[in-house]
């Protein structure tokens, strides 16, 4: 119906056909019910369409009735989009194919990403990588263009819509015949005649009309679907034109290069592909490492296109665009051509593309050196840190990792846990975040997993560094059981551990090598190493392949001291600078006390008069009968009639009464006065030296948790855990932190659960000791915490659903830093999380 309304913009024959759409709603209505409206419009639908030729040219472009339950509220929705549809004025200036096709295509993407089909298809390619594939793709006037996955025909519509090359031949082929009857309205729309449309399966059964087109294609412009998994083994007898390349497929977890090569196949002896791929293409190993390879060693691959630093892909899979050519320019030939998309340089990448330069996001990599890096097809794998490290690896300057050190790996079988003490079993959550902390601290032995079940080959006795394979940083960590009570350890997985080796001449000092870890010429080698989108991660051989200089021993000894230095003079420069920044914020926090007493000084006295003339408003309506009185009645109740707020277009608006009104003014003068009490002790947070006192951290907050049982029964689990560290407080304060956290949750979290469901969550203060400072996290397992820190400090910024003053994480803030003290926001996928920062005196 919407397809029938926008070509009836400009075709007398589907205006036609819409008046009779309309006519039928207006007049079938009363005499034989909404089912046959619906019947007679299919019925006037099929027989137009007939006429026009799409029954013979596309047998699955009709309305089957067998595909609708006429239910009254299906029935009701299409009344109402046709309704709907004849409201809207399209006018003359908007009557352009371009702009009319355009709105149909987003209206199609709002429909699809509403639906949430689980197809494997990716209805909408994303609009930034069409935009690129249309800056890059060079069409010529008479070009044969496949999309053997064209789906609603959103991709080549983003290319093709603005060219007006009436002999450009557009093929598409699709197994969903729902979204080739959207793609054929898309392209009517945009009035280009020259499309033909199959309905098949270009992986498995291709519809045998289109077998005639094999190997004819001069461009191929698709978004493949990603990561399908294969169902059967493909071998010679299935694909003989792959075995002729010598690919030799086998069997494949996955068809991502079974498709990719099925599209090389297509193309003619001088065609070009500009195929979407998931970014795991361009690293992933066995079998599909094995095609990669032939694919680059037939020097099929003219360039790749990554959206790996693109930060608007959030999610685990990000795509990449493969450029085939099987006629290379001769200055492409033997080399690939790498490019990075970045935030905001979509247009820069355009342009370097066309230049074929080097630049910041852009690199021409020959594929010798390309199979010298194991056919890794990365952006990030061919920084020219590489090349400066084989120099030192030639100038017997540096070495590779694997030369100097013993490997010891990760238990490979998951431990069972035991009650019983046993050797501390070591994750990356126990590494540390930065090169101040060098050596494992195992004070707060409780903060270590224990088991019993190891294997002995794992267990590590000697001084070893430990690293995580997995996430943003290594976290070097040295173990050193000459420093603890901790003898031995073992590795859980995505760690390992590197000890030098000693049967070598020229050994390498242990602190020296962990320095090195921080070093930036060998952190880029490591992320250039790393694969993955969202958790990166790089293997053991990777790593062991990285380079660092080894000077003489003595030299090593001297670097260490000469390293430790600057870093105690940063840490020193560090704490001035939070000093400074703690007495700005003091400071600040005076100026805005004077103003907000003020304020409130002035304002409250006029408060309580307010209050008091409501109740004096309200005894008079009561004694006259107005206190249920609806005001605008009659208005309220012909705009909730109307066809707008039927089909959703307009929120409804409530029947209010007097008695409503003036509640709500009470609640709201209410919430303005405890607003102003909220901002009164958030300003007024202004504390001396003799305001605190020693306080034992978990025992206060045990106090506040009976506390709260005593007036209100919790019908939560309330978990406190942990060490009991001494910290100097200002108490009051303090508890009125915990009570707002507590609050909140109630308040928000756990609002939306009934009692017997609350039963199933929680609130939980993790209270740690560490060197010079306490930790406290706090979370909860409610409703997700959706604010960032920056938005919950600042006062009067709060959720949608909230009532509160929106000052309690102000008050918050205030508290900490008059601590001081820090606290962060942990991002979860469910709940809340804060972790307060406190340092110890002295």
Partial sequence: ????????????????????????????????????????????????????????????????????????????????????????????????????????????????????????????????????????????????????????????????????????????????????????????????????????????????????????????????????????????????????????????????????????????????????????????????????????????????????????????????????????????????????????????????????????????????????????????????????????????????????????????????????????????????????????????????????????????TKKAIIVALQGKDLKPTIFDPQRSNVKEIVLASNCLALIPREDIEDSVDIEYLYYQLYNPRVLRQIDGYKRGTIIKRITYGDLLSVVITKPEYEKQLQLVKDQEEPLKELEKYRKLYEEVSIKAEVEKIKAENKVVNMLIHNVSKHISVIGHDIQVVTKVLEEHNLIDFIYGKEEIEKHNSSPEVRNGLTNKRELVSVKEVLQRTQDRLDLIERTFKDTQKTVNLDLESEDYEEVNVKELIEGIKQDRDLSKPVNYDFIIKGDDPVLNINSQSFIAMIHLLIDNAEEHAFSKFSNSEINNYFIMFNIKKRKGKVIIEYSNNGTKFEMEKEDFILAGRKSNDSNGSGLGGAYLNRVVLSHRGTFDIINSDSGTKFIFTFRIKG
């Avoid at 793709?137 to 603005?162: A, C, H, M, Q, R």
């Avoid at 030799?248 to 599209?263: A, E, S």
Wanted: glycine share 4%; with cysteine; charged share 25%.
């Fill in 1 to 460: 119906m919407i397809f029938t309304r926008l070509k009836a913009i400009n075709s007398s024959m589907y205006n036609k056909l819409w008046s009779k759409i309309e006519e039928n709603t207006k007049n079938i209505y009363f005499e034989r019910g909404r089912s046959g409206i619906l019947n007679h419009m299919i019925d006037d639908i099929n027989h137009y369409y007939r006429e026009l030729g799409y029954g013979e040219t596309y047998p699955y472009f009709q309305l089957n009735r067998s595909r609708f339950n006429f239910k009254p509220q299906t029935e009701h929705i299409i009344l109402e989009i046709i309704r709907f549809l004849e409201s809207v004025p399209f006018e003359v200036e908007y009557d352009h194919p371009r702009i009319i096709a355009e709105f149909f295509y987003r209206v199609v993407q709002k429909i699809f990403n509403f639906k949430r089909r689980s197809n494997y298809l990716d209805y909408n390619t994303d609009e930034n990588v069409s935009k690129i594939i249309s800056g890059i793709t060079n069409l010529k006037y008479d070009d044969k263009i496949l999309d053997p996955f064209i789906g609603t025909g959103g991709l080549l519509f983003e290319i093709v819509s603005n060219l007006d090359y009436s002999n450009t031949h557009i093929i598409g082929q699709d197994i969903n015949p729902e979204l080739l009857d959207i793609c054929n309205m898309l392209f009517e729309l945009l009035e280009k005649k020259n499309l033909e449309l199959y309905l098949g399966d270009s992986i498995d059964r291709p519809n045998y009309q289109f077998e005639e087109y094999h190997g004819s294609f001069d461009k191929i412009i698709t978004h493949i679907p990603y990561n399908l998994k294969a169902h059967k083994l493909y071998g010679a007898d299935y694909y003989p034109n792959y075995y002729n390349r010598n690919y030799g497929i086998g069997y494949l977890k996955n068809m991502n290069f079974l498709i990719v090569l099925n599209i090389i196949e297509m193309l003619n002896h001088n065609g070009q592909a500009y195929i979407v791929v998931p970014n795991n293409m361009l690293y992933s190993g066995g079998k599909d490492k094995e095609i990669r390879k032939n694919i680059v060693n037939d020097d099929l691959i003219e360039a790749i296109i990554e959206f790996s630093d693109y930060s608007i892909y959030k999610s685990s899979v990000k795509p990449s665009i493969i450029v085939i050519n099987n006629k290379k320019e001769y200055y492409k030939k033997n080399k690939i051509y790498l490019l990075n998309v970045q935030d905001d340089n979509l247009e820069e990448v355009i342009k370097t593309y066309k230049k074929y330069v080097e630049t910041d996001i852009s690199r021409v990599i020959s594929i010798d050196t390309i199979a010298s890096r194991d056919y890794n097809l990365n952006f990030s794998h061919y920084d020219s840190i590489y090349d400066e490290v084989q120099l030192t690896l030639v100038q017997k300057i540096g070495v590779t990792l694997h030369s100097i050190v013993h490997v010891v790996k990760p238990m490979m079988r998951k431990p069972v846990k035991s009650d019983l003490l046993g050797i501390p079993y070591i994750k990356q959550s126990n590494l540390n975040r930065d090169s101040k902390d060098v050596f494992m601290d195992f004070k707060n032995i409780d903060d270590y997993e224990h088991i019993q079940d190891y294997e002995q080959t794992k267990i590590i």
